[in-house]
Structures are given as structure tokens and as C-alpha cells.
């Protein structure tokens, strides 16, 4: 059985939702900025709640092509993606760009990466918005997994809420979306990274570990 730990729908997989969105309030002027940073689109529907002053000609600057996606899909015109979805290669990719620059990065009130320090340090001129925040909702009945398992994991938050209610066997196998994602699980459970970092490919590899494993314990 393969589990994805977050909302989505794909064949052959159960989805295991443990966390809502909380949008904050905020209200914003996006013409008062060089730039716009965002590492999820939760960020993006985030702005589209809010009663912000939008600028769809500004550079927008996404982790991930979800993120780079959903900015097309809302009309922004310039959307820059690094070539690996992680905070660290945004900031690596664009630090010397936007150096000087008055950029605006939306997030969560929780983030993984040292994007905002390093773009910082960098000499970049970063405003920082708290614009939603990832709450623990723990099922009221928790389901009865079927073992050995593969899960998906998208972010670290998603392993933690996990390991509240349920447990990890040696038998079962994870797929983490980052690098990041993987080093919040247990040391000694298996781990697998797709090479692009989104949620169909996760299910992809997965699809592909559960195929072997059902191979092995046929012959």
C-alpha cells in the first residue's frame, strides 16, 4: 500500500490529510517591490485572500514548479525557478540579481531553509511576511495502515504529524520530496528522493518501490 501524507488524489494511493491551512492577515502593496519570493503556493493563495495591492508585472522568484505554476496560473508574467526546488538554490541562483533589490518574501511562520539570512547576507533588501501557518489536525478515528507500507512525505511538518499518531516499521519504505523532508525522519528507516522535487514524482518512485516489492515477494 502506498500512503501520501498531505492532500492530493492519485490512483492507487491513500491520502492521509493531518494539517489545515491558516491564512494570516496582511495587506500589501506589491508595487512597492523589486521582487516577489515565495517557496509554495500556499504563499500565492495566501495573496490571493488577501486584500493586497497586486503588481503582475513584477519578477516573481518560486521554489518548485508548483509554486512557479500557480504564479503563471494568477497572471504574474515573470516567474524564475531554480534548478533544484529548494530555498538554498533559489538563493543561490539569484543572490547576485537581486542584490540591492527590495524583495518581499511571503512564507510560513515555520520554514526549513536559511533562504531569508542568506539572501540577507547577501546584500539583498528582504521584507519577510508571515502569510499562513501549517496547524496539526490529528483524525478523529486514526486509520489502520496496511504493512509493510510505502509513504510520502512533502515537507518536514508532514513527518512530524505523521510520528504523532502513527509509526514507521522497518519494513516500510519512505519517499521524502527534499533533502530537507528526509533528514526529519528516523536515521535508520529507508529513504528515497526522487530527482525532481514535486509531489507526482514522489508518487512515481513510490509506484515503483511498491511494484519491486510486490516482484520480490512473488518469486
Given at each position: 500500500?502506498?500512503?501520501?501524507i ?8 491513500k491520502?492521509i490529510?493531518?494539517n489545515s491551512?491558516?491564512?494570516k492577515?496582511f ?10 519570493l515565495?517557496?509554495s ?8 485572500q488577501?486584500k ?8 516573481v522568484?518560486?521554489?518548485g ?5 500557480c504564479?503563471?496560473?494568477?497572471g504574474?508574467?515573470?516567474v524564475k525557478?531554480p534548478?533544484k526546488?529548494?530555498?538554498?538554490d533559489?538563493a543561490k541562483?539569484y ?13 510560513a511562520?515555520k520554514?526549513?531553509?536559511n ?10 533588501d528582504?521584507?519577510q511576511i508571515?502569510a499562513?501557518?501549517n ?12 504493512k509493510p507500507?510505502?509513504f ?11 510520528l504523532?499518531i ?16 528526509a533528514?526529519?525522519?528516523p536515521?535508520?528507516?529507508?529513504v528515497?528522493?526522487?530527482?525532481k522535487?514535486s509531489?507526482k514524482?514522489?508518487v512515481?518512485l513510490a509506484k ?12
Amino acid at each position: 500500500m502506498i500512503y501520501l501524507i498531505a492532500k492530493g488524489r492519485f490512483r492507487g494511493v491513500k491520502s492521509i490529510v493531518l494539517n489545515s491551512l491558516k491564512f494570516k492577515p496582511f495587506c500589501v502593496n506589491l508595487n512597492d517591490f523589486d521582487a516577489l519570493l515565495i517557496s509554495s503556493k500556499n504563499a500565492l493563495c495566501a495573496l490571493a485572500q488577501s486584500k493586497s495591492e497586486l503588481n503582475l508585472a513584477i519578477s516573481v522568484y518560486a521554489v518548485g514548479d508548483e509554486s512557479a505554476k500557480c504564479a503563471k496560473k494568477m497572471g504574474f508574467m515573470s516567474v524564475k525557478t531554480p534548478p533544484k526546488a529548494y530555498g538554498k538554490d533559489l538563493a543561490k541562483a539569484y543572490k547576485a540579481e537581486l542584490k540591492g533589490k527590495k524583495c518581499l518574501y511571503l512564507r510560513a511562520e515555520k520554514i526549513a531553509s536559511n533562504l531569508p539570512q542568506t539572501l540577507i547576507n547577501s546584500g539583498v533588501d528582504l521584507c519577510q511576511i508571515i502569510a499562513y501557518q501549517n496547524v496539526f489536525t490529528p483524525p478523529k478515528k486514526p486509520i489502520k495502515l496496511e504493512k509493510p507500507a510505502v509513504f510520502i512525505f512533502v515537507s518536514p511538518s508532514s513527518v512530524r504529524n505523521f510520528l504523532q499518531i502513527y509509526a514507521l516499521d522497518e519494513n516500510d519504505k519512505c519517499v521524502a520530496i527534499g533533502e530537507t523532508t528526509a533528514a526529519a525522519l528516523p536515521h535508520n528507516q529507508s529513504v528515497f528522493i526522487p530527482e525532481k522535487q514535486s509531489i507526482k514524482a514522489c508518487v512515481e518512485l513510490a509506484k515503483s518501490l511498491a511494484q519491486t516489492h510486490t516482484q520480490k515477494n512473488k518469486k
